[in-house]
């Protein structure tokens, strides 16, 4: 892969609705179902915002779709840091056996290569195995591989461009480095706009957030930034957002997400809490003050606040030996009666729910229905 960005202009006519979609991770699911909320048609364009594969349990299914939606759609796959491992190990750069096999055993059956090769019969158990692994999927998988190579890092049309992680400049845009187009992390914070609206996926939005987690698309009108990663995969609340553009030449914009959550409806209203607090992956340390039975009253040392977190969500981090969370809140949403609100979990406390991509606590009862993503 060359180490400057491809960049892509293809010609899609006014009128022509698009699709945005990043940070699938093999979530075959999500992705089927986001497309199905969108009504998806051969007459729309879908664009992947990088990061399809790996982190999943069926990248190699995701790919195998993609090969056949290409028959009969119109798709453009970019490149995401996580798809750039899978190239650059096809590439079989010297010493990239020995960078790589640890990632690859960390995600052990969330590894497209594994999933590959467990596909062919081969079980690697070492660095010193992975040739052999790579040589099999060149030879016995020419069209994953191809399509692997083929994606570009930047997509150009009408006001908008797409790119995984972000860019530095809208000019010259093919000089700009490769990899630093698909892991640009905390791309908005950064401060910069465009005139071109850009964008990206690659840094879940909730991480933006230290008051409530939201995934819903965050469109920042002042930067012509949208961000798209809703955690689908990564985050437990996690959902796949699909932005609907229906015209690349004007700028309004529509979303619609999958989740997969079961539904549920309040039977009575609360309102919003104040002062509410996001914990993130990015300051997720906590220490446990008292036990419950499913959830745990815990100090979060960064902003001294207390907070009960659910017992599940409780993991020590093998990087530094200390307590962590998965992204947590004490967030209480506003929640009218006879509103539908997505199930993320259910405790002693109450319920733990989304609305319109938003987290937070509901205190009341709740009527359980079904699941509509």
């Known amino acids: 892969m060359s180490s400057t960005a491809k960049l892509l202009r293809p010609a899609i006519p006014p009128g022509r609705r698009v699709l945005a979609l990043s940070d699938i991770h093999g979530n075959v699911e999500f992705f089927q179902g986001v497309l199905g909320k969108a009504k998806f048609t051969p007459e729309d364009v879908l664009i992947l915002v990088g990061d399809l594969f790996e982190k999943g349990e069926e990248s190699l299914h995701l790919l195998r779709l993609l090969l056949e939606l290409d028959q009969t759609h119109t798709v453009y796959p970019l490149c995401g840091n996580c798809d750039h491992l899978d190239v650059i190990f096809l590439e079989g750069r010297p010493g990239i056996d020995e960078a790589l096999w640890p990632v690859f055993r960390t995600w052990d059956r969330r590894s497209l290569i594994l999933q590959m090769g467990e596909e062919l019969g081969l079980h690697p158990q070492g660095p010193e195995d992975l040739p052999q692994l790579r040589a099999a999927i060149l030879e016995k998988m020419p069209r994953e591989v191809a399509y692997l190579r083929s994606m570009a890092h930047i997509l150009e049309v009408g ?3 797409f790119v995984h992680g972000g860019i530095d400049r809208e000019e010259d845009m093919e000089s700009l480095p490769a990899y630093g187009c698909m892991k640009n992390d905390n791309f908005v914070g950064q401060g910069r706009s465009f005139d071109h609206w850009v964008v990206v996926g690659h840094w879940p939005i909730t991480l933006y957030r230290t008051d409530i987690p939201v995934a819903r698309p965050w469109i920042k009108e002042d930067q ?3 961000s798209i990663d809703g955690g689908c995969v990564l ?5 796949l957002n699909a932005l609907i553009i229906p ?8 979303y619609v997400a999958y989740d997969g959550l079961p539904v549920v409806t309040a039977l009575e209203g ?4 104040r002062n509410p607090l996001n914990i993130r992956w990015s300051d997720s340390v906590v220490e446990v003050l008292e036990e419950g039975k499913d959830v745990c009253w815990c100090r979060h040392p960064s902003t001294g606040r207390n907070l009960w977190i659910l017992r599940d969500y409780l993991y020590v981090r093998s990087s530094d030996g200390k ?3 998965e992204d947590s809140t004490d967030y209480e949403l506003p929640v009218s009666p006879g509103e539908r609100l ?3 979990a259910s405790c002693s406390r109450g319920y733990l729910v989304k609305k319109d991509g938003v987290t937070g606590w509901y205190r ?6 079904s699941s509509d993503g």
């Open 270 to 273: 609360q309102e919003a809490s």
């Open 323 to 325: 307590l962590h969370c």
């Open 235 to 239: 985050k437990v609340d996690g959902q």
């Open 159 to 161: 006001r908008y461009i």
């Open 224 to 226: 012509h930034i949208v």
């Open 247 to 254: 015209d690349v030449y004007q700028e309004h914009m529509d």
């Open 342 to 344: 997505a199930l993320v």
């Open 364 to 369: 009341g009862e709740i009527e359980r229905l």
